[in-house]
């Protein structure tokens, strides 16, 4: 594959059986894979034709994962394509209900009447994805989260299915109403801004409201939730508090706002940005609580070198992705 053609692939004018070489070429090695990153990350957008550079390798990046999303009525866990070495800021995923359709057919499949396809979307650590649903709602995924919706989504009410975190824009359909669900309560809403997460190393299920109106559903239990609320599940007690709602999806805008966590959960979260390995060598550390805020384009040394500064802690790398933490006595 020559750089012209992977340039030619960035200014649209690739045709398709061009591109669909451009697939195949991909998928044979991870070396090749590795060329195709090093010329795009040369490329300046302000002198391509195409200027949604991120959006269409995103586009790319989604057509050869597409039929690993393919889902039965027992979801098979797959894994995107990873480029490991290089970090995505933001991944655009269009969810066509009809393009998912035809993959599944072309992958010789078939369903029966009692039988539900489920599509999934998996984002990785040190990613996050913007997905479009057919109804028309936006859901930023955060990293190492998935979001999986059924191909009957359009008739009647609209259902999905949450681990990990992201901030949902609900559009209006026909007084349909939308519910998420995760695996500590469902979220039913009709048209509104909020943010979920359920990430299971969390032990805690939260959702804030941004606008809008919510309901929140355990069981029998119905709790209504107002903008600028933060309702919390943790081990089977419910807390509601007044919270400055914005800031708990400053992440979708490369923004790290922490507030009153526990140092052990930014790590982890730092974890996942970052797609590194940290290893917490003191225990007395795991339960300081911290706050602060981040913006995505720090790297991850910048971050703990500010966590030295500002914490009696010093850390030491440890291979490639790898880093560890201890109390500085």
């Known amino acids: 594959m020559k ?4 340039i030619a692939y960035f200014n649209g004018q690739l045709s ?17 894979r590795m060329v195709f990153l090093q010329i795009k990350n040369k490329l300046d957008p302000d002198k391509m034709d195409h200027p949604l550079l991120e959006s269409s390798y995103s586009e790319l990046k989604n057509k050869l994962v597409v039929k690993q999303q393919i889902k039965s009525v ?12 290089w970090k995505i800021a933001a991944m655009l995923v269009l969810a066509a209900i009809s393009g998912f359709m035809a993959a599944y057919l072309l992958a010789g499949r078939s ?12 984002v990785p650590r040190g990613e996050k994805s913007l997905l479009l649903l057919p109804d028309g709602s936006k859901v930023w995924l955060n990293s190492e989260s998935s979001l999986s919706y059924p191909g009957n989504f359009m008739e009647g009410n609209r259902n999905v299915k949450l681990k990990g975190e992201a901030y ?14 995760t695996p500590d309560y469902n979220v039913r ?5 909020f943010n979920l997460m359920a990430y299971e190393n969390f032990y805690r299920t939260e959702t804030t409201l941004i606008e809008g109106k919510i309901e929140i559903q355990k069981g029998k239990q119905i709790i209504k939730v107002a903008p600028g609320q933060t309702f919390t599940d943790k081990d089977n007690q419910f807390f509601s508090k007044e919270t400055t709602a914005a800031k708990s999806s400053r992440w979708k805008d490369d923004v790290f706002d922490f507030d009153q966590i ?24 795991k339960q300081i609580t911290y706050s602060g ?12 070198n500010t966590f030295q500064l500002t914490m009696p802690i010093r850390y030491t790398r440890d291979g490639f992705r790898k880093f560890n933490i201890r109390m500085n006595k």
């Open 16 to 32: 398709p059986s061009e591109e669909e070489d451009l697939l195949f070429w991909l998928k044979e090695k991870e070396e090749n």
């Open 293 to 304: 805020v981040f913006k995505n384009e720090e790297t991850i040394e910048e971050v703990l």
């Open 189 to 193: 809403v009709l048209g509104t801004k």
């Open 262 to 285: 526990t140092f052990q959960e930014m790590v982890i979260r730092l974890e996942r940005w970052y797609d590194v390995d940290i290893d917490i060598r003191s225990d007395e550390l």
């Open 74 to 85: 027992r979801p098979i866990k797959s894994k995107p394509l990873i480029f490991s070495v």
């Open 168 to 181: 949902f824009e609900v559009a209006k359909h026909n007084g349909s109403i939308f519910t998420v669900e």
């Open 111 to 122: 369903t029966t009447q009692t039988n539900t396809v489920w599509f999934e979307t998996q």
């Open 3 to 6: 750089q012209d053609q992977i």
